[in-house]
T-cell receptor, first 114, second 113 residues
């Protein structure tokens, strides 16, 4: 379902440190998960995805971990840079009669301090 | 290099005055989506087209309509915008509606006066 909120949780990290952004998803039938990065005034940008038959996937400087037992997803960013400052959304994807449903989590704002 | 293009990037309209937002894609994807995103909130799906088949979300107001004249283009029509319709409107595409990555355009910021 839709996440509603006036205030996004914020993670503040020092440049060069690692960042971990967490997400709890809602539907145990979800079988595909995506992390998006959204910079101010722009559309969401695909970062990395993972299917439910995996529990870890690595990209360039990013790693996604999936724990289906507790319905938890995390995004790890190594050596965080100022350009990583953005809002990060996890999205879960499950199939219903209307086709795929991409449901977004509430988002986390990442602020990188130089 | 643009893949999902939205025009205009910023749109100002008056209360009750119909407005149309456009989206085009160069990916030849079968599915096109429209989302509404309000400040500090996650995108909310309004509807999507799978080829010519229109799929409306149950809670999308009748004030919002969509047209897809061909594979490349999709339009969002707001028949009588209210102040509460001010938001960022995002278009997205995917090859297939099943477990496929959606690619988003830059969005159109709608202001209602």
């Amino acid at each position: 379902g839709e996440s509603v909120g006036l205030h996004l949780p914020t993670l503040s990290v020092q440049e060069g440190d690692n960042s971990i952004i967490n997400c709890a998803y809602s539907n145990s039938a979800s079988d595909y998960f995506i992390w998006y990065k959204q910079e101010s005034g722009k559309g969401p940008q695909f970062i990395i995805d993972i299917r439910s038959n995996m529990d870890k996937r690595q990209g360039q400087r990013v790693t996604v971990l999936l724990n289906k037992t507790v319905k938890h997803l995390s995004l790890q960013i190594a050596a965080t840079q100022p350009g990583d400052s953005a809002v990060y959304f996890c999205a879960e994807n499950f199939l219903n009669n209307a086709g795929n449903m991409l449901t977004f989590g509430g988002g986390t704002r990442l602020m990188v301090k130089p | 290099d643009a893949m999902v293009i939205q025009n205009p990037r910023y749109q100002v309209t008056q209360f009750g005055k119909p407005v149309t937002l456009s989206c085009s894609q160069t990916l030849n994807h079968n599915v096109m989506y429209w989302y509404q995103q309000k400040s500090s909130q996650a995108p909310k799906l309004l509807f999507h087209y799978y080829d010519k088949d229109f799929n409306n979300e149950a809670d999308t107001p009748d004030n919002f309509q969509s047209r897809r004249p061909n594979t490349s283009f999709c339009f969002l029509d707001i028949r009588s915008p209210g102040l509460g319709d001010a938001a960022m409107y995002l278009c997205a595409t995917s090859r297939d509606p099943r477990r496929d990555t959606q690619y988003f355009g830059p969005g159109t910021r709608l202001t209602v006066l």
